[in-house]
Nanobody
């Protein structure tokens, strides 16, 4: 299958910046959409930003103009540059990717994988 490993979370003051990374590994054939979601305490998981294989992007209204999503297809990695962070951005951030992988015999199957999550805390 396909595994996603996130890094880059941490504690930052309001107005600061963080950059999250998420690397996919496994028997990957191709990756379609990669994205970031977040879940704050007591709230449902919500979309932050996604980027397609054609580099089309979509952002939550709350992060437009502050966050930038990008991907490096050669490294199967997606990034989230977060600027001008606000206390309401505090959450666990999860990486998601979907596409196709192959098994030992070369047969192809779809995947839709999640990372383990990385904590982002913004202090006021």
């Amino acid at each position: 299958q396909v595994q996603l490993v996130e890094s880059g979370g941490g504690l930052v003051q309001a107005g600061g910046s963080l950059r999250l990374s998420c690397a996919a590994s496994g028997s990957i054939v191709d990756i379609n959409t990669m994205g970031w979601y977040r879940q704050a305490p007591g709230k449902q998981r919500e979309l932050v930003a996604i980027v397609t294989s054609g580099d089309n992007t979509n952002y939550a209204d709350s992060v437009k103009g502050r966050f930038t999503i990008s991907r490096d297809n050669a490294k199967n990695t997606v990034y989230l540059q977060m600027n001008n962070l606000k206390p309401e951005d505090t959450a666990v951030y999860y990486c998601n990717a979907d596409g196709k992988y192959h098994d030992y015999y070369g047969a192809r199957f779809p995947f839709d994988s999640w990372g383990q999550g990385t904590q982002v805390t913004v202090s006021s």
